[in-house]
C-alpha cells in the first residue's frame, strides 16, 4: 500500500505558474503508475496527466497539453505537475493517484488508480 500527499497548491493569477508535488510513502513508487486529476466544485473528478511507472510515456488532457507538465523521482518516491500559463478555468482541487499492478500503464480513467491522495486546492484568479 502507497500513502499519497500533494502540496504546492494555492492562490496564483492568470498568466501564473505553479509546482505541484506528490510525495508517496509506504512503497516505492516505482511500482505504480501515476497521474494528476483535478475537480472543480460541482463538476465530476476529471484526469489532468498521467506518467508511465519509468516516466518513459506521459499523456495530458487536451485542456492543459502545452501548459502543464508532468514528471516523476523515483528515487525520491515523488511526482510533479508543473503548471504554467494557469487559467481561472483550472481553479479546482488536484489529486495526485496511483496505479498499482504488474503491467499496468498511465491511464487517463480515474477508476484505474488504486490510492489517491487528499488533494491540494489550486486558485487561478482572473
Known amino acids: 500500500q502507497v500513502q499519497l500527499v500533494e502540496s504546492g497548491g494555492g492562490l496564483v493569477q492568470a498568466g501564473g505558474s505553479l509546482r505541484l508535488a506528490c510525495a508517496a510513502s509506504?512503497?516505492?513508487?516505482?511500482?505504480?503508475?501515476m497521474g494528476w486529476f483535478r475537480q472543480a466544485p460541482g463538476k465530476e473528478r476529471e484526469f489532468v496527466a498521467t506518467?508511465?511507472?519509468?516516466?518513459?510515456?506521459?499523456y495530458y488532457a487536451d485542456s492543459v497539453k502545452g501548459r502543464f507538465t508532468i514528471s516523476r523521482d523515483n528515487a525520491k518516491n515523488t511526482l510533479s505537475l508543473q503548471m504554467n500559463s494557469l487559467r481561472p478555468q483550472d481553479t479546482a482541487v488536484y489529486y495526485c493517484?496511483?496505479?498499482?499492478?504488474?503491467?499496468?500503464?498511465?491511464?487517463?480513467?480515474?477508476?484505474?488508480?488504486?490510492?489517491w491522495g487528499q488533494g491540494t486546492q489550486v486558485t487561478v484568479s482572473s
Open positions: 493517484a496511483a496505479r498499482a499492478g504488474a503491467f499496468a500503464g498511465a491511464s487517463v480513467y480515474p477508476n484505474d488508480y488504486n490510492y
Open positions: 509506504g512503497r516505492t513508487v516505482s511500482n505504480y503508475a
Open positions: 506518467i508511465s511507472r519509468s516516466g518513459g510515456t506521459t
